[in-house]
């Protein structure tokens, strides 16, 4: 079993930055490809970025420029620094991460950022 707890959201102004971090710990070994989604109020749940073992990233348009999302495989941590926050940045953000040992990913519980205009 793989527990993922995230940390850093909060309330921050338009323009500001936010550091989430999500600690992986368990069965660590069964973690590969890592990614952070987002949900709004009455929204979907979308992706925002994800990094794969290897250290390859990928983002969602809406994000591109303007966050990074890294890893620290001997921490089994992951994290997303967050700039030049907008208003529509405004969500709860979720740590995910695929398992090498089952079919199902595992999930945090979530963390809530709040973008003020």
């Known amino acids: 079993q793989v527990q993922l707890v995230e940390s850093g959201g909060g309330l921050v102004q338009a323009g500001g930055s936010l550091r989430l971090s999500c600690a992986a710990s368990?069965?660590?070994?069964?973690?590969?490809?890592m990614r952070w989604y987002r949900q709004a109020p009455g929204m979907e749940r979308e992706l925002v970025a994800a990094?794969?073992?290897?250290?390859?990233?990928q983002y969602a348009d809406s994000v591109k420029g303007r966050f990074t999302i890294s890893r620290d495989g001997a921490k089994n941590s992951l994290s997303l620094q967050m700039s030049s926050l907008k208003p529509e940045d405004t969500a709860v953000y979720y740590c995910?991460?695929?398992?090498?040992?089952?079919?199902?990913?595992?999930w945090g519980q979530g963390t809530q950022v709040t973008v003020s205009s």
């Open positions: 368990g069965d660590t070994v069964c973690i590969s490809t």
């Open positions: 990094i794969t073992s290897g250290g390859s990233t």
């Open positions: 995910n991460s695929d398992s090498l040992c089952r079919s199902q990913g595992y």
